[in-house]
C-alpha cells in the first residue's frame, strides 16, 4: 500500500488548508484512514481518524475547525483544517489501518501556520 499525502504549506492564523491523501494498492479491506501530526519536540498526536462506514474521531485540539471526509471511489481521505493556530503547525502524516492489523503511513507534509 502507498499513502501519497499532499496539500501542506504555509499559511497565516486563521487561514484555512487542506490535506489530501489517497492510498493505492493492498490487497486486504481497509478498516479507516486518517490523520497524525508530529510538531517539532513533541510526540507523533492522533488528529483525526475516518473509520470505513463514515464515522469520525477528532482530536479535541481540533474539534470544531477541522473535518476529515473520504472518497471511497478514489481511495482518498481529506482533512479540511480552518481557523488554524500556531500550534497547529507540524508535519501531518496520513495513515491507514487494514485487516490483519496491518498498518501504513505517508510521507508527512508540512503545515505551517504563521502568525
Known amino acids: 500500500v502507498q499513502l501519497q499525502a499532499s496539500g501542506g504549506g504555509l499559511v497565516q492564523a486563521g487561514g484555512s488548508l487542506r490535506l489530501s491523501c489517497a492510498a493505492s494498492g493492498g490487497l486486504f479491506s481497509r478498516k479507516s484512514m486518517g490523520w497524525y501530526r508530529q510538531g517539532v519536540a513533541k510526540q507523533r498526536e492522533m488528529v483525526a481518524i475516518i473509520t470505513a462506514d463514515g464515522t469520525t474521531e477528532y482530536a479535541d485540539s481540533v474539534k470544531g475547525r477541522f473535518t476529515i471526509s473520504g472518497d471511497n471511489a478514489k481511495n482518498t481521505v481529506y482533512l479540511q483544517m480552518n481557523s488554524l493556530k500556531l500550534e497547529d503547525t507540524a508535519v501531518y502524516y496520513c495513515?491507514?489501518?487494514?485487516?490483519?492489523?496491518?498498518?501504513?503511513w505517508g510521507q508527512g507534509t508540512l503545515v505551517t501556520v504563521s502568525s
Open positions: 495513515n491507514a489501518q487494514y485487516e490483519w492489523q496491518l498498518e501504513y
